[in-house]
């Protein structure tokens, strides 16, 4: 794929002309983070050194997604009838996000576009987003994206991967839709070769400041309920108060409830980001809670990103080492040392420890 050159100048020009044709979302910040926000009035992407406090999750599948309208009036023709909400089918561009949440948009994928059943909602936002990462020459302390299946400058599952260079930026297209993004901003011009050399170089220099390291090489292999009975799971979730933080920052998680919220005769039905480290997220109707305990919550998390997941898809964990959940755990539970903890697991000292 071809890689430009785009002078700081340009830069905006392109964002502009962007807008003509692409509802745009960047980075915007907000007191002393970022987020993900609509870019609206010629606003630029504010780019911050190192990742954003949430990931661009929530531009793909927001927190809060009406599904359908109904009316309970019966003086209405479609009473009781589930409406499907107008969908805005305005294509949009996401830029500015770090390779690892594009990885995360990847992996998410894996569980709404299964085989046999797709996520409608999903797949026609994702296939009307063109996401456009930029690379990360300075990975954060507690990054392990490298360990994780991603990196830095990844474009796997980018359509075009952005690069600072010399006070330019480096385009480069990954697929044909962003080629096309390309084209719209007017940057398609400077094309040269040599330029893919230097986003190689600069690629192997970050991927060198990754300094977190994390093994999950024997996941795949321990045995499943010698994971779950491990004596280290009351340890580990000692300090967790059920927060969730670490589940709604988190760019592969993807847990929802849906809910019916009524007003008068209107109503509309709705699916919520959830979280299984809250405590209603199993309860039954009937009062039973099959994860009641804290622990019981703690083990479900770590056991699904590091050994349902991978048993599951069998492409690696459900983690992309972007390390939000370190940073902003309120009680410094790190998901780089648990996951030592399952991957060297020692099935004969467990044994003696019973």
């Known amino acids: ?158 359509d075009v991967l952005l690069a600072d260079s010399d006070g330019a930026i480096l385009a480069k297209a990954v697929t044909e839709k962003g080629e096309r993004l390309i084209a719209a901003a007017g940057w398609d011009t400077g094309a040269d070769d040599s330029l893919a050399e230097t986003i190689a170089a600069q690629k192997e220099t970050a991927e060198a400041k990754v300094t977190a390291q994390v093994s999950t090489d024997k996941l795949a292999g321990h045995d499943t309920m010698a994971l779950y009975n491990a004596s280290f799971w009351e340890d580990v979730s000692f300090s967790c108060i059920n927060c969730g933080t670490c589940t709604f920052l988190c760019p592969t998680c993807w847990c929802f409830d849906i809910q019916d919220e009524t007003h008068g005769t209107k109503g509309q039905r709705m699916r919520n980001w959830d979280s299984c480290m809250f405590p209603i997220f199993t309860i039954h109707g009937t009062g039973h809670n099959p994860r009641g305990l804290k622990v019981q919550r703690v083990r479900q998390r770590f056991m699904h990103k590091l050994k349902y997941y991978v048993d599951k898809y069998e492409s690696g964990i459900q983690c992309v080492g972007c390390g939000r959940c370190v940073t902003y755990c309120p009680v410094n539970i790190d998901i780089r040392r648990v996951a030592g903890l399952m991957n060297e697991l020692d099935l004969d000292a467990e044994a003696c420890a019973i």
């Open 1 to 158: 794929m071809k890689v430009f050159k785009i002078e700081k100048a340009e830069w905006e020009n392109g964002i502009n002309r962007l807008a003509d044709s692409y509802a745009l979302f960047g980075p915007v910040r907000e007191q002393d983070f970022h987020l993900f926000k609509p870019l609206k009035n010629g606003r630029l992407p504010d780019i911050p050194p190192q990742n954003t406090r949430m990931s661009v999750k929530d531009v793909l599948y927001p927190q809060t997604q009406p599904m359908f309208d109904y009316s309970l009036d019966e003086n209405d023709a479609d009473h009781h009838q589930l409406k499907d909400v107008p969908w805005d089918e305005t294509p949009k561009a996401v830029i500015g996000m770090r390779p690892c949440d594009a990885d995360a948009v990847a992996l998410v994928g894996r569980n709404f576009v299964a085989k046999d059943i797709q996520d409608p909602y999903w797949v026609r936002t994702l296939e009307a987003t063109t996401l456009v990462g930029y690379a990360c020459d300075n990975p954060c302390p507690v990054c392990f994206c490298t360990s994780a299946g991603s990196g830095p400058y990844n474009e796997a599952a980018l």
